[in-house]
């Protein structure tokens, strides 16, 4: 039997790895849960395998704008609150790739939909029960930057950048949004460490397979992984920002959460937005 009432969770990313094992644990807390990912057949293979009314999927490709703005509207009129937005979708990209935006595709998916999906879902996080975000990305690593002189990498690219950026950019995400969103949602920053999930997503195979292998021997379990996200969504941390590496928490004073900064990002993509 539950031990709560059910939540809604929404989970970006939620039908692969991390993501997927968090749709299946809340679902079986008895959540209603929406997953979204760009890929269909993956999704309807997800539908049919849970085979669970209070399962729904959304395709959409997240690094979109657009595609985004229209998964926010159908989750608003599924939906008069949601409890949880849980923040995964990724995906690494050797060679750097603009979106139909004009945009660096890493920036667009990894970083850009989550402030998309969080600025834009405030009002129905607002009026759920206990409301808490939770952006799976590297927080407490302090490798890469924002690159202010040229963000959407276009005259130095390369995949480590890309990633380590948009990290960054989702650790200021969390800043921003603890300080400007003026909302009841908790936001919890949070790395996993290195786990058994999203070597499938690369598209080189010999990369592929190399990180098989590391994560055979290195790797954690993605159960363990997610274990403090499901438990999260039943007791949202009372702070408005927490950042958890690994189980450990990061002060708030690492410079890679720098209010400064992160109010420069809010600036950099609320302009990009309206010039778009
Ligand atoms: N795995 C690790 O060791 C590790 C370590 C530290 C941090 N993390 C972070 O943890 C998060 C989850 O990682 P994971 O390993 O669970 O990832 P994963 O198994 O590769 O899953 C990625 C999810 O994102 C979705 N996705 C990819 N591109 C998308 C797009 N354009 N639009 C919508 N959805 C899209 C995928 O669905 P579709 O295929 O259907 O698009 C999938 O559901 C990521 O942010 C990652 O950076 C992972």
Known sequence: MPDQSPKTVIISGGTDGMG???????????????????????????????????????????????????????????????????????????????????????????????????????????????PVIINVAGVGNTAGRIHWDDPQLRRRYGQVRAQLQAGRANDLLGVMFARQAGSRARYVLYHPGFTRSGANSHPNSLVRGSIDLLAKVFAREVSEAVRPIVQWIDHPPADALSAIDRGRRVEESLKTLDPDAAGRLAAYTETLLRNR
């Open 20 to 130: 997927r094992a968090t749709a299946l644990e809340r679902l079986a807390k008895g959540d209603h849960v929406t997953v979204i990912g760009s890929n269909a057949a993956k999704g309807r293979a997800l539908l049919d395998q849970v085979a669970h009314a209070n399962l729904r999927f959304l395709q959409a490709d997240l690094s979109s704008i657009a595609e985004t703005e229209r998964v926010v509207a159908r989750i608003g009129e599924q939906h008069d609150a949601i409890d949880a937005l849980a923040l995964f979708a990724n995906r690494v990209s050797p060679k750097r790739k603009e979106t139909a935006d004009g945009l660096e595709s890493t920036f667009a998916l990894y970083y850009l939909s989550r402030y998309l999906l969080s600025f834009r879902l405030r009002p129905l996080l607002d009026a759920g029960s206990d």
